[in-house]
């Protein structure tokens, strides 16, 4: 069974910096895209990144600049690299990924990890 686990969220005071990582395990062969969401209280969840297998990457506009999307396909793993943060940052970060089994190629999320940006 493939599992996606998220990790790396806490508490950041603004202006600071966190990394999150997303490792993909089970009967995995290739992963294609994976990308990163949040959802803030309230609010639908929304597109912070994403990152072809191939590398291309495309951000909200909202985190142009601040963010990067990497990925290390040896290790199943992506990563977001979040600097300059703000309080509108505050959300629940959620990875997602195209997972290419022996079987099919589905869609997987995590469970998320949250992420708080206050002073």
């Known amino acids: 069974q493939v599992q996606l686990v998220e990790s790396g969220g806490g508490l950041v005071q603004p202006g600071g910096s966190l990394r999150l990582s997303c490792a993909a395990s089970g009967s995995i062969l290739s992963i294609g895209r994976m990308g990163w969401y949040r959802q803030a209280p309230g609010k639908q969840r929304e597109l912070v990144a994403r990152i072809t297998g191939s590398g291309s990457t495309n951000y909200a506009d909202s985190v142009k600049g601040r963010f990067t999307i990497s990925r290390d396909n040896a290790k199943l793993t992506a990563y977001l690299q979040m600097n300059s943060l703000k309080p509108e940052d505050t959300a629940v970060y959620y990875c997602?990924?195209?997972?290419?089994?022996?079987?099919?190629?589905?869609?997987?999320w995590g469970r998320g990890t949250q992420v708080t940006v206050s002073s």
């Open positions: 997602n990924a195209v997972v290419i089994t022996t079987i099919r190629a589905d869609d997987y």
